[in-house]
């Protein structure tokens, strides 16, 4: 009983500290509510893209119009926020702080804080519960985990993404404990885990199943070999349980963001994704030499430090009595490594073509993380071995090994540090605070083993880790004012002081000159813009309107407007003003000039843009009376050839419901909302209402009251057949893949609280 109660105090004190150290590194931001993190690399941050402008839009809804977005107006011509992992706006503790009404750099500093003491508690548990030692070890993992550099670095670039590396820790010890055990408690914790994960980072999730799918295999094989098959059956039974258990509590718990997911799936782009297109940005085979060489100042996803101590201890991880989970952390590591370095090797071209999942993973170098951890996890068995008290005796050419490789650690990152150092600045020498706190734990470690001082030895190393990692966690970020974050770039200041009908056109800039955050700001609606998770029929569609011609996936649509496949072939590309007058475009902007056009009119210019107006635009809502069905893929070839402003074309087979009278009307919007619109319009004659706004399944439309289906028009935008005369239209984004999803979730909800409460009593 006294051991559980010295324990449970350990437990509580390590808590706490993880707290305050989170704190502590996230202070400058929890103080200051006019500044957000900004990578210091100068190589920008995704807050701008992923992380601002959706959890602003969704405040700018609850606050105007009472609404929880499930539909993003204002980029790539409309995209669904529910259902979609490129938006974590439905991560609780990211949504209920968007409803708050506190400032937003506040609220992003508060995520990471928690996060940062997620992942913290997550590897304190991981290494206490799991690997099985002592406090000094597992407080160890904690602090090494909570400051890694593979969090923090990415931390600056993307807050929702890395919010999801935090979460791994946690969800690898629910999983195990759920599969050791066969606790339908610790079950449950893992389906709410990989739950949040899931709306957090799907990519990651991916890899955790697959990671998960190989232990339950090693445990199965493990026990027949042991047992023999007929009695390890009522084991693997009990492991199925507690498997269907976690799967059904996690699809349950995920349903509303996972249902309309499938349902998206087969319009997506990654569907088509190649080899070389997943392949981009995998780990380059020198940039291994960040595992002890650390720099602020490159590309987060490369970044592979862990610290030197969690180095120096690796190796002696083969003295720790438990060699199963040395074993299987080195496993994770070794597979992690080679499947970073991309094609490189056989391993990651097999991964893609053989495993399900794996082909709609991009950036190979992502799985690092999982490397990291299992460094850090090998290290810090390696920690317990050494202070555990009956732990065998170093002998003196182990002690002549570690002081020899220290010193060569110690000498390669500082001299990597210094010769990879920027001019002016002066992290390098962080390399010599980390080689200071090496020396004084191998001194410490050393007077230990012949003392026998083992607290003064704990709190040296912990103080030298700490001491590593902290200074090199902060120098990722640098405070940048809000106010210079929104600061508009000159072609944004005349694009603002145009008149009040501009908020209901969109605009379209060849090089992405208007941010997400900018146009979420100031209320502008983009025809381009950068997710990851697009719609294939938008982005053919834009890649035909932009004049885009290159081949291959990429986070920007259209891909000229980026640099991940060719950063020069914007330079080629020839807008096509009918095309993208029909996507209700009426102001282009470019860093060059373009040819005037009767169509093209230049209407104001600065040194790095250019604003022209398209005179060919089309109003939001309008209605033709030519429509022509053709069938399959035709409607792309057909779309070059017919005028938006007088004909659609809709993907069906030659039918009943073609139409050929001729008039063009435009359409009054009475309301546009997140999430719904309504329009009334008055037809001449039978033809098509149509929307300019990008067609996504789950759009339903009422006219008069009867419910009438939302068709895909000219290969993108969102059309209603109608009949002549006067009608009024509502549309509304609410897929029916979503409701359901919703239903399961709640039910999911109540059931595990039921089932807590029931067993508990």
């Not at 590897?123 to 602090?143: D, N, Q, S």
């Amino acid at each position: 009983m006294l051991n559980v109660q010295i324990a449970g105090r350990q437990n509580q004190l390590a808590l706490v500290l993880l707290a305050g150290l989170a704190i502590l590194l996230m202070a400058p931001y929890l103080l200051n509510a006019q500044v957000v993190m900004w990578p210091r690399s100068g190589l920008g941050s995704d807050l701008v893209t992923y992380n601002w402008p959706p959890f602003e839009y969704a405040r700018q809804s609850w606050q105007n119009d009472q609404q929880i977005p499930l539909w993003w107006g204002t980029t790539m011509g409309g995209i669904p926020m529910i259902g979609n992992p490129g938006v974590r706006l439905f991560y609780p503790p990211l949504l209920l702080l968007a409803m708050l009404p506190i400032p937003v750099p506040l609220a992003f500093a508060l995520i990471n804080t928690f996060h940062l003491w997620l992942a913290g508690a997550g590897a304190y548990g991981l290494a206490r519960m799991l690997l099985k030692t002592g406090y000094t070890a597992a407080l160890f993992a904690g602090i090494a985990i909570l400051l890694m550099p593979r969090i923090s670095s990415n931390m600056v670039g993307d807050m929702g993404y890395t919010a999801g590396l935090c979460w791994v820790p946690l969800c690898i010890l629910c999983v195990r404990l759920a599969l050791e055990r066969h606790s339908w408690r610790w079950a449950v914790a893992a389906g709410v885990a990989l739950a949040v994960l899931y709306v957090l980072n799907l990519f990651v999730l991916i890899y955790i199943v697959f990671f998960m799918g190989l232990y339950v295999l090693y445990q199965w094989l493990n026990v027949v070999f042991h047992h023999g098959v007929h009695q390890a059956l009522p084991r693997i039974a009990k492991s199925v349980g507690a498997l269907v258990l976690l799967a059904v509590a996690a699809a349950g718990l995920s349903a509303f963001h996972l249902l309309p997911l499938i349902s998206y799936l087969p319009y997506q782009t990654r569907e088509a994704m190649t080899l070389a297109d997943a392949n981009y940005l995998a780990l380059p085979l020198p940039f291994l030499v960040n595992v002890i060489v650390p720099t602020p100042y490159q590309f987060p996803e490369w970044e592979a430090y862990s610290g030197l101590l969690p180095l120096i201890f690796l190796p002696l991880s083969l003295r720790h009595p438990n060699r199963r989970e040395v074993y299987i952390w080195l496993f994770v590591l070794i597979f992690a490594l080679l499947f970073s370095l991309g094609s490189v090797t056989p391993l990651y071209t097999l991964m893609f073509e053989l495993v399900p999942g794996f082909s709609l993973l991009r950036v190979p170098a992502r799985i690092w993380i999982f490397a990291s951890i299992a460094i850090i996890m090998l290290a810090a068995l390696s920690v317990d071995a050494l202070v555990r008290p009956r732990s065998q005796p170093v002998s003196r050419a182990s002690w002549q090994l570690l002081f020899a490789s220290s010193g060569l650690l110690i000498l390669f990152t500082v001299a990597g540090r210094f010769l990879t150092r920027r001019p002016g600045e002066a992290d390098w020498l962080l390399g010599l605070l980390a080689s200071g706190g090496v020396l004084l734990v191998i001194a410490a470690l050393r007077r230990w083993h012949s003392s026998g001082l083992a607290n003064r030895f704990a709190i040296v190393l912990l103080i030298a880790l700490t001491v590593d990692l902290f200074p090199l966690a902060m120098a990722f970020a640098a405070p940048l004012p809000v106010d210079r974050l929104f600061t508009l770039p000159p072609i944004g200041v005349s694009l603002n002081q145009m008149t009040d009908d501009a908020l209901m056109y969109r605009t379209y800039s060849i090089r992405r000159e208007i941010r997400d955050h900018h146009a979420v700001a100031n209320h502008w609606q983009t025809a381009d813009g950068l997710n990851s998770f697009q719609f294939a029929p938008y982005s053919r569609y834009m890649r035909l309107a932009s004049g885009c011609v290159l081949d291959g996936v990429a986070a920007a649509v259209p891909p000229c407007a980026s640099n991940e496949i060719e950063p020069d072939a914007y330079l080629e590309a020839v807008p096509d003003m009918d095309l993208l007058g029909a996507l209700n475009v009426r102001y282009v902007i470019s860093p060059f000039a373009l040819p005037e056009t009767d169509q093209l009119k230049l209407v104001s210019a600065s040194d790095d843009a250019r604003l022209y107006e398209n005179k060919a635009v089309l109003p939001r809502t309008y209605a033709v009376g030519r429509v022509e069905p053709v069938p399959d893929q035709a409607v792309w070839y057909r779309l070059e050839q017919i005028n938006p402003a007088q004909q659609v074309v809709i993907e069906r087979s030659l039918d009943d419901q073609q139409v050929d009278n001729d008039f063009f009307v435009p359409a009054e919007i009475q309301a546009y909302r997140p999430n719904d619109m309504t329009l009334e319009v008055d037809m001449p004659d039978s033809g098509m209402l149509v929307i300019a706004d990008s067609w996504v399944p789950g759009w339903q439309a009422m006219v008069d009251h009867e419910p009438k289906p939302v068709l895909r028009v000219n290969g993108t935008l969102r059309g209603v057949l109608l009949d002549a005369g006067l009608h009024q239209v509502t549309l509304t984004f609410a897929p029916e893949p979503f409701k359901v999803g919703l239903i399961l979730t709640i039910l999911s909800g109540l059931g595990i609280i039921m089932g807590f409460w029931f067993f508990r009593r």
